[in-house]
């Protein structure tokens, strides 16, 4: 699959999950910063069965997003929001999902 062509379904996957509705209140750069951090966001360790290794990238991912926001917006629960929607469009993209092997967290993903 063509690096350009990843890299354009993935910004595009972080407009979508971080829509202005999705980070409603959180001042000013959250939208554009969030959706940095997605679009450039390593999707390979995401392609994990195993629940608690799953759990153990995401809360790192988290953590990671929550400090590449705008301070007024440094909300754990946001970060968190805003990467459960990319990574669950990103399963639903064929072209990511198949490129990054995400079909092995599918259960995951849904797994609270």
Not at 62 to 74: F, M, Q, S, Y
Not at 101 to 107: D, F, N, T, V
Request: aromatic content about 8%.
């Amino acid at each position: 699959m063509p690096t350009d062509f990843l890299r354009a379904v993935r910004a595009r996957n972080a407009r979508i999950a971080a829509s202005v509705t999705a980070t409603r209140g959180q001042g000013p750069g959250a939208v554009k910063a969030a959706r940095l951090f997605l679009s450039t966001l390593d999707l390979r360790p995401f392609g994990e069965s195993r629940l608690t290794v799953f759990r153990t990238r995401l809360d790192k991912a988290t953590d990671e997003l929550k400090i590449a926001l705008p301070r007024t917006a440094r909300s754990w629960g946001l970060a968190r929001k805003l990467l459960t929607i990319f990574l669950r469009d990103a399963l639903y993209t064929t072209y990511l999902c198949d490129e990054f092997h995400l079909s092995a967290a599918e259960k995951c993903l849904w797994t609270r």
